[in-house]
């Protein structure tokens, strides 16, 4: 098919769709049990320790894993590891629903991450292989609004079920999406293979290790103590592994994650920008739900509907962003959300408090929804675009694991700040660190634009220069990184 067809064929459509299905149960699972814990709480006789780790259990085994995911595929095949990770994330869906107790929960959900973690980068891939570049931005888009979708109504799902049903539903309905998505992979998505042939084992170790020391420190810095020896042990540790894993990268013949990738202006920017708005979005994501039970006094599922303005901007621009930054390049998409969602962020902080109605705040929602995914699908295709097409598995690899460590990050410095400015006694001491933490946020976003004015323009690619699909995509025709 070419290019300038605009239409998809069959086996471009199925592989979009199974790809957007399966991101979307993996970044709804890392929230959806946000709404769901205090019924867990009782249930289950949780102490507060260990509801979070109901949490931070998925993220950490999905943050560590991701690179080795994206290097099991290229090794092994593309669908193979993805149809094994869709395998394991829906046995451990049916082991959290089964969980007696609060031990086999946090087990079950930290399972859950490491199928996720095989998952996510491979869909990403199979998308960037199946779309030539002058369609990939497009593509992007629709499978960016669907995962984000999972991302901003995650926490209003989860009130839903809980309430309606039971907790385990939350958990029993990744059984039947599961069991479907992978039969039809099987049938609908061809094998795919990266460049090496051989798997990075000492590179793997020292990503994986170095990742958990950093995502450990994150993590319980807040509730151990930012002072305490775990705290910044794990964080040195995790940085010294992480530069053991670049001084190995550099050396050995078939690396996991080159190297060369980072002299690469548009991935070595687009990287730490989306960083940051993930950083932000997170921060944001955490405390808002929060700001509207604890201020405005609403339940869990109207803090959920407040935020489905939010989650309409994202069905709505996500898709028309990437579109559009197939044809005018991907930095001016990152830098205007990264300004927006900055601008939206500082609104709310200057706004809000116990005074404040929902409707003064809303203008501020849709502007930082709207920036926020007008420049996660541009970031995500400058990335993909800036490496050769049979290395993107390795580029989503790490793509995937920075976007994780940038909610991680996010959320712990937002609490940090939160908890030295406020508290949970009552509705002026939180409003007090939500609009302290609601500026850290707003900084995030503030410092990626900064970062993303170092993208390089892109020129529009020509769509008559883009060659035939094939099993994979070929580079287009003035390279990868056809850059003004």
């Known amino acids: ?115 996720a973690a095989m998952v996510l980068p491979l869909s990403l891939t199979l998308i960037s292989a199946l ?136 991935f070595a920017t687009a990287n730490p920008a989306n960083f940051l708005v993930f950083a932000s979005l997170y921060g944001t994501l955490f405390f808002l739900a929060q700001y509207f039970q604890i201020i405005l006094g609403v339940g869990p599922l109207g803090a959920g509907l407040r935020l489905m303005p939010w989650t309409a901007t994202l069905m709505i621009c996500a898709p028309i962003a990437g579109r559009l930054a197939d044809r005018v390049g991907e930095r001016r998409f990152v830098v205007a959300g990264l300004l927006l969602q900055a601008i939206g962020s500082a609104w709310i902080a200057l706004v809000a408090g116990p005074g404040t109605g929902y409707l003064e705040i809303l203008p501020a929602l849709i502007i930082g929804g709207g920036g926020v995914t007008m420049a996660m699908p541009a970031a995500q295709k400058a990335v993909v675009g800036a490496v050769r097409p049979q290395e993107i598995g390795q580029a989503s690899g790490a793509f995937m694991m920075l976007r994780i460590f940038g909610g991680v990050f996010g959320v712990a410095v937002s609490v940090a700040v939160f908890a ?26 503030f410092t990626g634009m900064l970062i993303a004015l170092g993208m390089p323009a892109r020129r529009p690619a020509a769509p008559a220069a883009a060659p035939p699909m094939t099993g994979t995509t070929a580079p287009d025709a003035a390279g990868p990184l056809a850059r003004s």
């Open 131 to 266: 779309f030539p570049p002058p369609q990939r931005g497009k593509a992007m888009g629709t499978y960016l609004g669907i995962t984000g979708l999972a991302t901003f109504s995650g926490p209003f799902i989860g009130g839903v079920v809980a309430e309606g049903l039971a907790w385990q539903w939350i958990f029993w309905l990744n059984l039947p999406v599961g069991m479907a998505a992978i039969l039809l992979t099987l049938r609908r998505v061809e094998e795919s293979a990266g460049p090496n042939g051989r798997f990075d084992l000492a590179g793997t170790v020292l990503v994986t290790l170095g990742a958990f020391g950093i995502v450990w420190g994150l993590v319980r810095g807040n509730a151990a103590g930012w002072a305490a020896a775990e705290v910044p042990g794990a964080l040195l540790l995790g940085v010294a592994l992480v530069i053991a894993f670049v001084y190995w990268e550099r050396h050995t013949a078939t690396p996991m994650l080159p190297m060369r990738f980072f002299r690469l202006r548009a």
């Open 420 to 445: 030295g400015a406020g508290g949970y006694a009552s509705a002026q001491e939180f409003g007090r660190g939500f609009t302290a933490a609601m500026g850290a946020v707003a900084a995030f976003a």
């Open 1 to 115: 098919m070419s290019s300038d067809a605009g239409r998809m064929t069959s086996r471009q459509a199925w592989g979009l769709g199974l790809a957007s299905l399966a991101s979307f149960m993996m970044a709804l699972d890392s929230l959806v049990v946000t709404t769901a814990l205090g019924t867990i709480r009782r249930e289950l006789a949780a102490s507060v320790e260990t509801l979070e780790w109901t949490v931070n259990a998925y993220n950490l085994t999905f943050a560590v894993l991701l690179l080795t995911g994206a290097a099991l595929g290229d090794r092994f095949g593309r669908r193979r590891v993805f149809t094994a990770g869709l395998a394991v994330f829906t046995a451990a869906s049916v082991a959290c629903a089964l969980s007696p107790g609060i031990g086999v929960l946090i087990a079950a959900r930290a399972a859950q991450g490491a199928g």
